[in-house]
């Protein structure tokens, strides 16, 4: 499933790093995600589009 949390990261000038230590985890993990290399979890799912200011269905591309 493809996501669109870079498109939404940057509108709003929000780097990898502060994003990620909003949701609690690494940039790393951050990093993952966009590149559709690892699924978040739910409840992380719902982290990133609560500090991204958005829906998890806005979020998400299926």
């Known amino acids: ?3 669109r949390i870079k498109e939404y990261r940057e509108s ?3 780097s990898q790093g502060k994003l ?3 949701c609690n985890v690494s940039r790393q993990t951050i990093n ?3 590149n559709n290399k690892y699924d978040p979890s739910l409840q992380l799912a719902f982290d990133l589009a609560k500090h991204l200011g958005i829906s998890v269905d806005q ?3 299926p």
Request: charged share 20%.
């Open 1 to 3: 499933m493809e996501n």
């Open 12 to 14: 709003i000038s929000l």
């Open 20 to 22: 990620a230590e909003l």
């Open 32 to 34: 993952a995600i966009e």
């Open 59 to 61: 979020l998400f591309i």
